[in-house]
C-alpha cells in the first residue's frame, strides 16, 4: 500500500473532522499511526503526531490550531462590516488557480461577477469549482494555495458592488 501527500492531507482532514482520537492504518511494508489529543500546558501549539515502523515523527497542525491561526490572521486585519464572506462548502483543498502555472482566479483588487469561478476545492479527488454568488471586489484571500480547508471556513472576503 502507498499513500502519496495528498490523500495524507484527505485523511487527517477527515480525522480532524470526525473527532477521532486516534487511528492506526498497518501493512507489511508501514504502520501509521495518528494521534490527536491536547497539550496539558497552555501552550497553542497542539499537534498530531504521525510515527511510522523507522521512527520518523512529522508534527502536523490539528483543525483546532489551523483554526487559531486563522483568526489570529483574522483579527490583525480590518475587516469592514459590508464585506461578504466566501466560504468554503465542503471539506478539502484549497487552489487559487486551474494549474500551478497558470494565474489566480481572484486576486486582491479583481473585479468578480455571479457565476464566475474564484477557486479550485479538491475533494476525493475530484475537482470542484467554486462560483462567486455575488458581484464585487476581492478584498482579502484568507487561504493559502495548497491548504487543507474546513467546511464553513471563510476563504475570502468581497467587498459587494
Excluded at 501552550?43 to 498530531?48: A, E, L, P, Q, R
Excluded at 461578504?84 to 478539502?92: D, F, Q, T, Y
Excluded at 455571479?114 to 479538491?122: A, L
Aim: net charge negative; charged share 20%; proline share 4%.
Amino acid at each position: 500500500m502507498t499513500i502519496d501527500f495528498k490523500e495524507l492531507s484527505e485523511l487527517l482532514g477527515a480525522i480532524a473532522a470526525n473527532n477521532i482520537t486516534e487511528l492506526t492504518l498497518k501493512n507489511a511494508d508501514f504502520e501509521l499511526t495518528v494521534s490527536q489529543g491536547h497539550a496539558q500546558s497552555t501552550s497553542s501549539s497542539i499537534s498530531t503526531t504521525i510515527a511510522d515502523i523507522s521512527s520518523q515523527t512529522v508534527m502536523l497542525p490539528t483543525a483546532e490550531s489551523q483554526q487559531t491561526i486563522l483568526e489570529r490572521q483574522t483579527t490583525t486585519t480590518t475587516i469592514d462590516t459590508k464585506w461578504v464572506e466566501i466560504k468554503s462548502p465542503m471539506v478539502g483543498t484549497f487552489y487559487r488557480s486551474p494549474a500551478p502555472d497558470e494565474p489566480s482566479f481572484a486576486s486582491i483588487g479583481d473585479r468578480i461577477r455571479v457565476g464566475q469561478t474564484v477557486c479550485i476545492i479538491e475533494a476525493m479527488k475530484l475537482m470542484n469549482e467554486i462560483e462567486s454568488e455575488i458581484v464585487g471586489q476581492v478584498m482579502e484571500v484568507l487561504v493559502e494555495n495548497g491548504q487543507p480547508i474546513e467546511f464553513g471556513q471563510t476563504l475570502m472576503y468581497v467587498n459587494p458592488g
